[in-house]
């Protein structure tokens, strides 16, 4: 709990106000997309520090069956940058997430389940373009939020 608390307060808080700084002043470098990155990763690390700590509450607590088992999936960050100069030294995607993009890095479109957390016309557009692509709409968690 330690770890998750600080990477709280001393990463992704801090990150937050730094970047919503940021895109009010409508900055979007390398930068701004390498820190949104780190935020990501930090804020994955403090998601899979919960399960954790949930599953092992849950065997502690005596609750769970004997039988019951938590299993934590992988997950993979696909970041991808768009607008960038050639000098920006960016090496990972640039195009903007699409039907095209998600099947060079998936093998079934319909297989895992989606999250996405933005602006609301951006989580508007991925939920149209994942319907599109055939994802049923239980597999597809959405949140929407105002200020950048």
Not at 29 to 41: C, H, I, R, W
Not at 47 to 52: K, Q
Not at 54 to 62: A, C, H, K, P
Not at 77 to 86: F, P
Request: one cysteine or more; glycine letters at 8%; proline letters at 3%.
């Amino acid at each position: 709990m330690p770890i998750i608390g600080a990477n709280g307060l001393l990463v992704l808080v801090p990150m937050a106000f730094f970047l919503e700084s940021r895109a009010a002043a409508g900055q979007f470098d390398a930068t701004f997309y390498s820190l949104q990155v780190v935020e990501l990763l930090a804020g994955a690390t403090n998601l899979v520090l919960m399960g954790l700590n949930m599953r092992d509450g849950i065997r502690l607590s005596g609750k769970a069956a004997p039988t019951t088992q938590v299993t934590l999936t992988s997950s993979e960050t696909i970041a991808t940058m768009t607008d960038l100069d050639a000098h920006d030294g960016w090496v990972g995607e640039t195009s903007k997430i699409d039907q095209d993009m998600l099947r060079r890095h998936l093998r079934e479109l319909d297989a895992p389940i989606y999250y996405c957390v933005r602006p609301a016309g951006m989580v508007t557009a991925t939920q149209k373009m994942l319907s599109a692509a055939g994802v049923a709409e239980q597999d597809i968690r959405v949140e929407s939020f105002t200020g950048y």
